[in-house]
């Protein structure tokens, strides 16, 4: 069931670094986990803590008012490499509910949205202004709208663009296996006509692999 | 009737019902699981009452949380109680679900993207999903292949459908003849440095071209593998001549006059005179070299006659400072020559180059020679099958005389989640795939490189051109 995203109001952290890779986000070391509770204390660990487990002062989300980030504001390609689910769920355990960024990697968008988290894209140059305000405390808070398509700033207000299809998923929460399983024809049929067209795809014998 | 490419002909035998947009539901033909993306899948089919409507379609196997060596020991040898645990919980709901297991002192055990080829469970013309970004390995077949999340992984178990957007198509044509020492492996690092990590982001990307024609299966699986490397969802290529005889004969493969007629249906699986692709781009295989990454990003490769780049020499001030972070994570000074960067750690293995002729390739550069003093040398078969084949034709025997550890399959030093990882500031020559920070383990850092390459730099104690050793 996916979980609902209407509006966000919070602070905005600014993590200026391209192809943010799920590794980064969340690390191997996190994922022998059966459970998808609990992740966020692993939530781009490396950046956070160092080899002792300190906390990286410098680093913003140690920082007032970024502990308490619920928007990234980020470069390219984020959420690249592995399929990792986990690195949407820290994310959420963290607090994070929103992310901008100029473009994002497939698999990590998808995921994204299947958890409530809003992946938004804006151009580059959006995205240098709204890190300018992030990196300020008193022009961090932002609020994104996801029925208005809108983030409103300390700059102002922008719009953004959002597949419609996904949008009304995100605005109602909508459970998509339910709504696969009311295709239940459309899929027997699919394959009864496999079993006849392509039979070695409806039946891998897997019983011969024991 | 339109020309069509590869993908379009799969997409269209697959999208059963549009639901909006430019989205379809389509029909998923086999679903891979293993221990680490799929427990939460699991308690969700749990939580809302329902079951996996195609067990007969849906395999499961233990490889990435697990232990590479005492593998006859089973589940009951993984030491470490969380790995333990997750492993134990993937056996549970197999069991639960009626899934065929591999299990991990069995015989068809492996990595499973090696294993689903090797079972005859990757057919052309299917769609293949598992919850890793890597399942566009499949793609080699001519099968629409690609990870998917955890959410996305329950839903095929209830379903065994996913709601999809078609995604666009680049081809990728490389002709001409490798050169010697030249490998698949440089090929589709060649790419990525090429087109970047985002540069196929959104497409799925269509391998053509002689140079594409003349390669056996392993390279053909290597390239699609690292296609999510260059940003796209699946690799795929047509099947032909060789995709058929290579399957013929595996356990899950149709056999007979079924053989016979999938073939007749195989060869349709070619992308259309005329089919027009998104994006083309060629390559010409005479220029690609032995290749090997200097940074922590895919895209971050250059040739082993290449030199460390100056983060000064880079005009847009984000870039610059990308280069001099990765830089820094490496301990790398600008302007070094990559050719004598001495390892501490050699790695052959992980599903990208795992299979038997890259343990070949590797043993040919192996014998005779010895691995250098103070160098760690891991070679990890990717499956039970291959290891066997390799001890059959004496190439354990090769690896360690001269040194190399011998394990059992397993994901291994691909990703720090085992046992067998990079210490921190550890430099390793890696036939994985991925570079980031850390992904060997924390601290650890990773040199991309062909399996001829790997064992090269072993046997010399520094990043060497294989050329010079063959
Ligand atoms: S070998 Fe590496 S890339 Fe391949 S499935 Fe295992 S962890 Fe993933």
């Given amino acids: 069931m996916m979980r609902p995203f209407r509006t966000l109001t919070g602070i905005a952290a600014p993590l200026p670094i391209a192809n943010v890779d799920t590794d980064m986000i969340l690390s191997a070391a996190f994922l022998k986990t059966v459970s998808r509770e609990g992740l966020g204390k692993g939530f781009l660990h ?103 398509g809108s983030i409103d700033w300390h700059g102002g207000t922008i719009g953004f663009d959002i597949d419609p299809q996904r949008r009304e998923r995100l605005l109602n929460g909508v459970d998509d296996i339910a709504a696969s399983l009311g295709f239940e024809d459309a899929i027997a049929g699919h394959e009864r006509r496999v079993e006849h067209e392509a039979p070695w795809l409806a039946d891998p014998r897997l019983e011969r692999i024991g | 009737m339109t020309p069509r490419t590869l993908y379009q002909k799969i997409w269209d035998a697959h999208a059963i019902a549009p639901l909006g947009g430019d989205e379809w539901l389509i029909y998923i033909d086999r679903h891979l699981l293993y221990e680490v993306t799929s427990p939460q899948a699991f308690d969700g089919l749990r939580a809302a009452g329902r079951t996996v409507r195609r067990p007969d379609l849906t395999f499961a196997v233990a490889d990435h949380n697990v232990p590479t060596e005492n593998r006859a020991g089973g589940l009951a040898a993984i030491a ?178 079924a053989f016979a007629e999938a073939i007749a249906q195989w060869r349709t699986l070619r992308s ?69 960067l001495p390892i501490d750690v050699a790695f052959i293995g992980s599903c990208t180059n795992s299979r038997i002729e890259d343990l070949r390739a590797a043993a040919a550069i192996a014998r005779g020679r010895h691995v250098a003093p103070g160098v760690r040398a891991l070679v990890v078969p990717g499956s039970a099958a291959v290891k066997r084949q390799a001890e059959g034709e004496g190439l354990d025997v090769v690896f360690t005389r001269a040194g190399f550890q011998w394990r059992d399959a397993g994901c291994s030093m691909c990703l720090g989640l085992n046992p067998d990882r990079l210490a921190p500031g550890e430099r390793c020559a890696s036939t994985s795939n991925r570079n980031f920070e850390g992904r060997q383990g924390p601290g650890g850092r990773t040199h991309l490189v062909s399996p001829a390459m790997a064992a090269a730099a072993a046997i010399a104690g520094r990043l060497v051109d294989v050329r010079e050793m063959a």
Wanted: hydrophobic share 45%.
């Fill in chain 1, 46 to 148: 490396a950046l956070r803590f160092d080899a002792d487990g300190r906390e990286r002062p410098g680093f913003v989300l140690n920082r007032q008012p970024w502990r308490a980030a619920s928007i990234l504001i980020a470069l390219d390609n984020f959420g690249c490499g592995s399929s990792r689910e986990h690195a949407p769920w820290a994310m959420l355990d963290f607090g994070i509910g929103c992310v901008i960024a100029p473009s994002f990697a497939d698999i990590f968008h998808g995921n994204c949205l299947k958890n409530g988290i809003l992946p938004i894209r804006v151009p580059r140059a959006t995205i240098d202004a709204l890190m300018a305000a992030a990196a300020t405390a008193e022009t961090a808070t932002m609020t994104v709208d996801l029925e208005r």
């Fill in chain 2, 80 to 257: 470490d109680p969380d790995s333990h645990l997750q492993v134990a919980t993937l056996e549970r709901n197999a069991r639960e679900f009626g899934l065929a297991y591999a299990d991990l002192a069995g015989p068809r055990h492996g990595i499973v993207h090696v294993v689903g080829p090797e079972l005859g469970l990757t057919l052309p013309g299917a769609t293949i999903v598992c919850g890793d970004s890597h399942t566009s390995t499949h793609g080699a077949f001519g099968a629409l292949a690609f990870g998917i999340g955890t959410s996305e992984a329950e839903h095929v178990l209830a379903t065994q459908t996913l709601p999809q957007k078609k995604s666009r198509t680049m081809l990728v044509r490389i002709e001409g003849t490798l050169g010697t020492g030249v490998t698949a492996k440089d090929v589709i690092l060649a790419i990525i440095g090429r087109i970047g990590t985002a540069g196929a982001t959104g497409h799925v990307i269509e391998y053509a071209g002689s140079a594409i024609e003349a390669m056996d299966m392993a390279g053909r699986m290597t390239i699609c593998n690292m296609s999510i490397e260059a940003g796209a969802r699946a690799g795929m290529i047509a099947p032909d001549d060789t995709a058929f005889a290579w399957l013929e004969g595996r356990p899950c493969a149709p056999r007979g006059a």
């Fill in chain 2, 272 to 340: 259309d005179e005329g089919a027009t692709h998104d994006v083309e781009i060629r390559l010409d295989a005479a220029a690609i070299a032995p290749m090997v990454t200097w940074g922590t990003s895919p895209e971050a490769v250059t040739t082993i006659a290449g030199t460390v780049p100056d983060p000064a020499a880079e005009p847009d001030p984000a870039r610059r400072g990308q280069i001099a972070h990765m830089l820094a994570y490496m301990d790398l000074e600008p302007g070094r020559p990559l050719a004598g």
